[in-house]
T-cell receptor
Framework: QQQVKQSPQSLIVQKGGISIINCAYENTAFDYFPWYQQFPGKGPALLIAIRPDVSEKKEGRFTISFNKSAKQFSLHIMDSQPGDSATYFCAALQGANFGNEKLTFGTGTRLTIIP | AAGVIQSPRHLIKEKRETATLKCYPIPRHDTVYWYQQGPGQDPQFLISFYEKMQSDKGSIPDRFSAQQFSDYHSELNMSSLELGDSALYFC?????????????FGAGSRLTVL
């Protein structure tokens, strides 16, 4: 049973456009929601993260929108660039304050930015 | 900046053989996690260690075991290997800072079972 559902599975966006990836979760005990970017042959790298007491967080071209009541969160990449082409994983974590965390990952979105 | 070091990067084994993967966390990171990522799949949590004690266990087969040593490096031991064990194995480490959590992943060890 997939605890964190991610869509779409793949996404093609034109350079300069907005890439949007969506995730939904069931477990209301999750209290930390990071996004990871993974290039082929590399480990996932933390991109941006949000806590459920905040509805939006922006870092450069990357924005997380969080809807606690709907149990959904999304990643928006503004002005998408070819270098953003990668696989993106949303994740959720329970017990972020206790140093005993484990991540539950979404199924990943393969993003391709075309010129 | 120092990163999470994993070795070996690639490993080829036969069915029923044994494999050992090593992970060296970022200095001063006290928590180590192991993840398994099958082809085209999301990373699945296997096991974690906090201060050299097992802190959590995920979908790790009984044929697998792991430990964290006094220098905080960790080893994942896999016995009676099966074809389905072929995957990328990632180690990640984190520092226990209340209110923040940053897992840093290693580059992974690719295990191929023939």
């Amino acid at each position: 049973q997939q605890q964190v559902k991610q869509s779409p599975q793949s996404l093609i966006v034109q350079k300069g456009g907005i890439s949007i990836i969506n995730c939904a979760y069931e477990n209301t005990a999750f209290d930390y929601f990071p996004w990871y970017q993974q290039f082929p042959g590399k480990g996932p790298a933390l991109l941006i993260a949000i806590r459920p007491d905040v509805s939006e967080k922006k870092e450069g071209r990357f924005t997380i929108s969080f809807n606690k009541s709907a149990k959904q969160f999304s990643l928006h990449i503004m002005d998408s660039q070819p270098g953003d082409s990668a696989t993106y994983f949303c994740a959720a974590l329970q017990g972020a304050n206790f140093g005993n965390e484990k991540l539950t990952f979404g199924t990943g979105t393969r993003l391709t930015i075309i010129p | 900046a120092a990163g999470v070091i994993q070795s070996p990067r690639h490993l080829i084994k036969e069915k029923r053989e044994t494999a050992t993967l090593k992970c060296y966390p970022i200095p001063r990171h006290d928590t180590v996690y192991w993840y398994q990522q099958g082809p085209g799949q999301d990373p699945q949590f296997l096991i974690s260690f906090y201060e050299k004690m097992q802190s959590d266990k995920g979908s790790i087969p009984d044929r697998f075991s792991a430990q964290q040593f006094s220098d905080y490096h960790s080893e994942l031991n896999m016995s009676s290997l099966e074809l389905g064990d072929s995957a990328l194995y990632f180690c990640a480490s984190s520092e226990d800072i209340t209110g923040a959590n940053v897992l840093t992943f290693g580059a992974g060890s690719r295990l191929t079972v023939l």
